[in-house]
T-cell receptor
């Protein structure tokens, strides 16, 4: 298994600002993923972040809005840029080891 | 993106009752995973299924990988209050190289 931590756990932000979410894993992993979970909804994959390569974004998500860093095998960041109320969601980091594990999530509220 | 059809969408049961939920897809998956999400938390893996027809238990939970590889079900026996939460199925078409496709979720509520 993998133990995943995220910071911050929650935040309330103003429209137009940006927030960077950090994800730390207790072991080295190749594949990391960022998901968004809108209120009352299932999980939607934003991008796959593998160390040593550019993140791969899913349809509907772009790098300018959700830039991702993956500087090493245990850490990644997701930035939500130029936020609007529609970005209010839970953002989840996930890793693939023997199977796929999730972090506790970052609950973002944009006013 | 693509989502799996999960049913029922919600369940209201009494403590001690058994629970059954399922997930269906038009596509074949090589791995099925079942997660539980508590309020304010990330999904926690309950059971992983890797082979068509496989039946796997984890305590009071039992899950099966459908023979057609297009469906899976999860049963919870003798439900207790801590079973409350949202249950998600997820399918993986090529383990280790593909992305998870998530179900729409089943919200379980236990009536006192």
């Amino acid at each position: 298994s993998a133990v995943i931590s995220q910071k911050p756990s929650r935040d309330i932000c103003q429209r137009g600002t940006s927030l960077t979410i950090q994800c730390q894993v207790d072991s080295q992993v190749t594949m990391m993923f960022w998901y968004r979970q809108q209120p009352g909804q299932s999980l939607t994959l934003i991008a796959t972040a593998n160390q040593g390569s550019e993140a791969t974004y899913e349809s509907g998500f772009v790098i300018d809005k959700f830039p991702i860093s993956r500087p090493n095998l245990t850490f990644s960041t997701l930035t939500v840029s130029n936020m609007s109320p529609e970005d209010s969601s839970i953002y989840l980091c996930s890793v693939m080891t023997a199977t796929q594990y999730f972090g506790p999530g970052t609950r973002l509220t944009v006013l | 993106g693509q989502q799996l059809n999960q049913s029922p969408q919600s369940m209201f049961i009494q403590e001690g009752e058994d629970v059954s939920m399922n997930c269906t897809s038009s596509s074949i998956f090589n791995t099925w995973l079942w997660y539980k999400q508590d309020p304010g938390e990330g999904p926690v893996l309950l059971i992983a299924l890797y082979k068509a027809g496989e039946l796997t238990s984890n305590g009071r939970l039992t899950a099966q990988f459908g023979i057609t590889r297009k469906d899976s079900f999860l049963n919870i026996s003798a439900s207790i209050p801590s079973d409350v939460g949202i249950y998600f199925c997820a399918g993986l078409s090529n383990f280790g190289n593909e992305k998870l496709t998530f179900g729409t979720g089943t919200r379980l509520t236990i009536i006192p």
